[in-house]
């Protein structure tokens, strides 16, 4: 696998690896009963993958050999209302692809013996989603409106995707395009996102975890500004168990940590028309991560290297 990978990226992966490798627990999880098999995977090899699942209202969904996720096209909008720009997080327990064959499966909550879907993103920001903070209030985009996949795979899923201006009060509109980068390795999508306005002067914007994603109560949430992180460990679903989820931000464009009803935000500052980089990771505590605890997911999310550094080289792909 190493061979494939560019050096650059390889030694991020490395570091990233070495991180996770002391995190790791040894015990091995008690797994859900297995639904109905999937159809066995083309290729068991480790490698990073975007998808468009056009056959499902046209999410996006994209992983690496340790973590997986989509987020929601206009499609659903009308489909499945309320629909929202939040981010989904799948459990993922091989290290290569199934989020396509689970998902055209028809019962992508149930676990069919390689991952499932049991995090509940509903009107939050669920993994690291964002909106507009004003007036005390989080104002958030629909879903996606247009895509553009720049790599697939082996060693990194890299897109972009477009959010149609969205309101801010009434007197305000923005708009965004975001970059979401998954190499290999890693528990963390590198998110770059550029906010438009039509209206010039600062947004404070809002990252969000969503509250009430899994089981009964809210689980429980980590906090070190001075690092620029938010770590949450989920309440237990059961047999479904527990999901990891970390958001990781420039700490000197931080305002505010706070939470509304459906989220814990962490508030940055943020000019129209100027990208910033964000990270947002998760792990499933039966996964192939390896995270069987709280203390385990939070060593690791402060160890895992962050670069804020905005690219100048952003490569254009195919817009869809």
């Given at each position: 696998?190493?061979?494939?990978?560019?050096?650059?990226?390889?030694?991020?992966?490395?570091?990233?690896?070495?991180?996770?490798?002391?995190?790791?627990?040894?015990?091995?999880?008690?797994?859900?009963?297995?639904?109905?098999?999937?159809?066995?995977?083309?290729?068991?090899?480790?490698?990073?993958?975007?998808?468009?699942?056009?056959?499902?209202?046209?999410?996006?969904?994209?992983?690496?050999?340790?973590?997986?996720?989509?987020?929601?096209?206009?499609?659903?909008?009308?489909?499945?209302?309320?629909?929202?720009?939040?981010i989904?997080?799948w459990?993922?327990?091989?290290?290569?692809?199934?989020?396509d064959?689970?998902?055209?499966?028809?019962?992508?909550?149930?676990?069919?013996?390689?991952?499932?879907?049991?995090?509940?993103?509903?009107?939050?920001?669920?993994?690291?989603?964002?909106?507009?903070?004003?007036?005390?209030k989080?104002?958030?985009?629909?879903n996606?409106?247009?895509?553009?996949?720049?790599?697939?795979?082996?060693?990194?899923?890299?897109?972009?995707?477009?959010?149609?201006?969205?309101?801010?009060?009434v007197?305000?509109?923005?708009?965004?395009?975001?970059?979401?980068t998954?190499?290999?390795?890693?528990?963390?999508?590198?998110?770059?996102s550029?906010?438009?306005?039509?209206?010039?002067?600062?947004?404070?914007?809002?990252?969000?975890?969503?509250r009430?994603?899994?089981?009964?109560?809210?689980?429980?949430?980590?906090?070190?500004?001075?690092?620029?992180?938010?770590?949450?460990?989920?309440?237990?679903?059961?047999?479904?168990?527990?999901?990891?989820?970390?958001?990781k931000v420039?700490?000197?464009?931080?305002?505010?940590?706070?939470?509304?009803?459906?989220?814990?935000?962490?508030?940055?500052?943020?000019?129209?028309?100027?990208?910033?980089?964000?990270?947002?990771?998760?792990?499933?505590?039966?996964?192939?991560?390896?995270?069987?605890?709280?203390?385990?997911?939070?060593?690791?999310?402060?160890?895992?290297?962050?670069?804020?550094?905005?690219?100048?080289?952003?490569?254009?792909?195919?817009?869809?």
């Amino acid at each position: 696998m190493s061979a494939r990978l560019p050096l650059r990226l390889l030694a991020g992966t490395l570091l990233l690896l070495a991180g996770a490798a002391v995190a790791q627990s040894t015990a091995t999880p008690t797994m859900p009963p297995i639904s109905t098999p999937l159809p066995p995977a083309p290729d068991r090899e480790p490698h990073a993958a975007v998808k468009l699942a056009d056959y499902r209202y046209d999410d996006l969904l994209w992983e690496n050999d340790r973590t997986a996720h989509r987020i929601y096209g206009h499609a659903l909008e009308a489909a499945e209302p309320p629909s929202g720009s939040g981010i989904d997080s799948w459990g993922k327990n091989v290290i290569w692809p199934f989020t396509d064959r689970q998902l055209r499966s028809g019962d992508q909550h149930s676990y069919h013996g390689e991952g499932l879907d049991f995090y509940n993103v509903g009107t939050g920001r669920g993994a690291g989603g964002l909106g507009i903070w004003h007036d005390n209030k989080l104002w958030t985009s629909r879903n996606y409106t247009r895509y553009r996949i720049l790599k697939n795979g082996p060693d990194a899923a890299d897109f972009e995707v477009d959010y149609a201006p969205w309101p801010v009060e009434v007197d305000r509109r923005v708009w965004e395009t975001r970059r979401f980068t998954l190499p290999l390795g890693t528990q963390f999508t590198r998110m770059v996102s550029t906010l438009s306005s039509d209206k010039p002067g600062p947004l404070i914007v809002g990252i969000g975890i969503g509250r009430h994603t899994i089981g009964s109560s809210e689980g429980a949430l980590t906090v070190d500004r001075a690092h620029g992180v938010l770590s949450f460990w989920s309440a237990e679903d059961g047999v479904h168990g527990r999901m990891a989820i970390a958001l990781k931000v420039d700490p000197a464009m931080i305002v505010d940590v706070k939470n509304d009803f459906d989220n814990y935000l962490v508030l940055l500052k943020v000019e129209p028309g100027k990208p910033f980089v964000y990270y947002s990771g998760s792990a499933w505590d039966k996964g192939v991560g390896g995270f069987r605890s709280r203390a385990e997911w939070d060593r690791y999310v402060l160890a895992a290297p962050a670069d804020f550094h905005v690219p100048t080289d952003r490569r254009q792909g195919k817009t869809q």
